[in-house]
């Protein structure tokens, strides 16, 4: 069973409920370098890989990689340009920090949600890669000197052009979203926030509530929590520790061949807003084994997702 197509927002677009995630293209172990990850022909196998498994939205921003990664992607796809038609791109930009591409001095990490910058990492976005239009754009972090008359004019520009078909966000608070919800005719599709069984604050802080009134789907990175409940060594780090054991015994409870990995992104789908789940792999049974989910049927029930959350929490519910 391929991955499932559903849709981001009653008027957005059809993505696939896993997302193929580029913050670490070119990277293994962690954040280092790996050369072998970082040619056009690589890329191009996970594309395709991930195509073959129904995984048809690949999320990036113009900052991955210090703003290399959209053009290593882009390269990648050039390779066999008939491929776009079959994918949604998803890309990101506000976030400013120093680099030799800019033309002035950048000496500080910020953030950029003026007009000027978002329009021209736009393009810059569509020229590397290679494209006409971008099927989604985020703002990728909360701006504190954000002017929502300034941002809703530019991304309604860029829309009637036909350059992006939607706009979201990305780590927005519920006021952000609202805010700049209210100078825009058309809807927000989503709201990409941190969600896993180890970062449940989303459910608390009123985000994933919004989610739910605006019929948007949240999109969930890091949705392993930085792959903690793989961690070893949890005999300092009681909170792992907890989540491991529930995990494990709701795994058990499906049969032998259910792996920690699918029950964690089981339980995030068992919310009602059906998060998009951005994985953060390059490797291609880890792929295979989050797309196994549907195939499996891996569905939990109430009480297993309270056994996750009071792991989680570290205690039981009121």
């Known amino acids: 069973m391929a991955v499932p197509q559903v849709r981001l927002h009653p008027d957005g677009p059809s993505v696939s409920q896993l997302v193929f995630g580029t913050w670490r293209l070119a ?3 962690g954040w280092e370098a790996d050369p072998a990850l970082a040619t056009p022909e690589s890329v191009l196998e996970r594309i395709e890989a991930c195509l073959k498994l129904g995984i048809t939205t690949f999320d990036l921003a113009d900052i991955y990689g210090g703003y290399t990664y959209e053009e290593l992607f882009g390269k990648g796809l050039a390779l066999k340009p008939e491929l776009r038609e079959k994918m949604q791109i998803i890309t990101k930009t506000g976030i400013k920090i120093p680099n030799d591409m800019w033309s002035e001095k950048v000496y500080v990490n910020h953030y950029d949600t003026s007009y000027e910058y978002i329009k021209s990492q736009v393009e810059r976005s569509l020229r590397l890669l290679g494209t006409t239009y971008l099927d989604v754009v985020l703002i990728h972090r909360l701006d504190y000197l954000l002017d929502a008359d300034e941002v809703a004019k530019v991304m309604k520009e860029l829309r009637q052009e036909g350059k992006v078909k939607y706009w979201g966000v990305s780590n927005h608070t ?9 100078r825009l005719d058309f809807p927000l599709v989503t709201n990409q926030i941190e969600f896993s069984p180890a970062h449940l604050e989303g459910m608390d802080d009123g985000t994933l509530d919004q989610c739910q009134r605006l019929r948007m789907k949240p999109m ?10 793989f961690k070893k060594d949890v005999s300092e780090d009681p909170k792992t520790e907890r989540l491991q054991k529930a995990l494990k015994t709701v795994a058990e409870q499906f049969g032998p ?13 068992r919310h009602p807003t059906k998060p998009l789940i951005v994985l953060g792999t390059n490797k291609l049974d880890r792929l295979e084994g989050a797309a196994a989910i549907f195939e499996k049927n891996i569905q939990l029930d109430r009480q ?15």
Not at 174 to 182: D, F, M, T
């Open 27 to 29: 990277n293994s172990n």
């Open 174 to 182: 519920y006021s952000q979203v609202e805010l700049l919800q209210s």
């Open 220 to 229: 969930c990175w890091s949705p392993l929590g930085g792959g903690a409940i």
């Open 257 to 269: 061949d259910v792996t920690l990995d699918q029950v964690a992104y089981a339980f995030l789908l």
């Open 304 to 318: 297993q997702f309270y056994l996750i959350w009071e792991a989680s929490k570290g205690n039981s519910v009121p």
